[in-house]
């Protein structure tokens, strides 16, 4: 949360809105980035929630935060997850509908007072079938259900391959570059260099002679 929302992307958001506005003003600025800010930004939602009323201090008692057994994640007859996150109710009433379910006790699932006996019973209706069977179930249902796949299986879900949101360079599984733009599309033009690879380069730039490398690799500070 700090490293990656709350510094890269903001810092990075933060940037490209003092490169727009230099573009218009012809006047730069400083971007204080925090991370602590940051994470705390992403948190503004929860905040705004809290602000209503609608959420609480209490550890696992919350809509997002485990509490509500409709948004969670649910281990499976083969000992793998699923996760479940019908938050709205047309949608609830479509992940009852697929299943099968007519429990009365799941058919309010903004009754609080029930939600840790709703969690029970959902639980155990999880461990009837396997992970994959739950996902055919609900394939192609607007009943948020989705499997929770390890990072082998994340590049070969049907999804990602047909969004090709995952790329091999080199040997090697990753993430393709996001966002995708239509004009100015970004790539992956080489693969990472292997530790030491352009430590004769480096210290070349940086003024070492032949002779001070073939020193520091003799002494064992360079490999």
Known sequence: MGDFGGGALILAWGMMAAIWAAQRSGQGQVVDAAMADGAALLMATIY???????????RGQNLLDGGAPFYGVYACADGKFVAVGPIELPFYQEFLRRAGID???LANPYDVATWGEQR?????????????????????ADACVAPVLDLDEAPQHPHNVARETFVEVDGVTQPAPAPRLSRTPAAIRWAPPLPGANTEAVLRNAGYTDRDIDELRSAGAIE
């Open 120 to 140: 029970k019973r959902l639980a155990a209706i999880f461990l009837t079938r396997t992970r994959d069977e739950w996902c055919a179930l609900y394939a192609g």
């Open 103 to 105: 429990d009365p006790m």
């Open 48 to 58: 705004g929630v809290k602000a209503a009323g609608l959420w609480s201090n209490e």
